[in-house]
């Protein structure tokens, strides 16, 4: 086997296998919310180390003996060949100094790291302090309980109520023409703003009975004349007899 192959299998394992050192960020920084949150580590491969192929970046909160996770930053990250990383800040609550970050390989806490704790102030630049100024176990790092902010809705639900639904005023009848009710259309015009999904109304004809057409027209009836058979009028009977009458006298 050549020097060459031989310093490789050597040389490459090393490479590979890391111990990760969180460098920022720090006690006394400050991000809001809203903006970009760098991330920095270097990669000591002079101690124990480990294969940090698979690294995932969590943003806690809580004491030193009960952790908390917030969210996740960045998963399945290869950290030997990179020494930092930025992401935007989320809304959280308090905005004081309790958060910090955890370095996880392969989905295990075994091994994991941690930063500082940090500021994360609202989007306007507000901090709070933090609710505890000590550790349970007496060590005087102030600390408290965070958590992401559920963004407000903007539009809530509300029943969908249709202009046609609404019923339509109808006005009152100025003119009568024809038995019928003639609107003005100062009058269609009021009813065409009231319900713009309507068409405009140029005339509103409404059928009213009127008193005329309560009283229905008798039909007429003709006299009748027994001449329509032919024969003679009545009249003429009655004269004639009077003129035999008058002749008999004479």
Known sequence: MSIQRLLSLILLPSLAR????????GPGDVFRSGEPCPISWDTDRSGPTQSWKNATIYLMTGSNLNMTM????????????????????????????????????????TGSTWTSRFTIASYSGNTTLPE???QPDGNPIPW?????VTPK?????????????RPLPIPP???????????????????????????????RIVLRPTVTDKV????????????????????VHILCALA????MVL
């Open 18 to 25: 890391a111990t990760i050192k969180p460098v920022s960020p």
């Open 144 to 148: 408290g309980v965070g958590h992401l």
């Open 132 to 134: 505890n100024s000590k």
């Open 173 to 203: 009848c100025e003119t009568l023409k024809h038995h019928q009710c003639m609107t003005s259309p100062e009058d269609a015009s009021f009813s065409h703003t009231k319900s713009p999904a309507n068409p405009p109304l140029r005339q």
């Open 153 to 165: 809705s903007t539009n809530p639900s509300s029943p969908n109520v249709s202009p046609r639904s």
């Open 244 to 247: 035999t009458l008058w002749l």
């Open 70 to 109: 917030v969210t996740t930053v960045v998963e399945h990250l290869n950290e030997t060949n990179m020494t930092s990383y930025n992401w935007i800040c989320p809304d959280v609550a308090p905005n004081a100094a309790i958060y910090f970050y955890q370095f996880s390989n392969n989905g295990v806490p």
């Open 216 to 235: 229905k027209p008798m039909r007429e009836r003709r006299p009748s004349s027994r001449g329509s058979r032919g024969g003679p009028d009545l009249s």
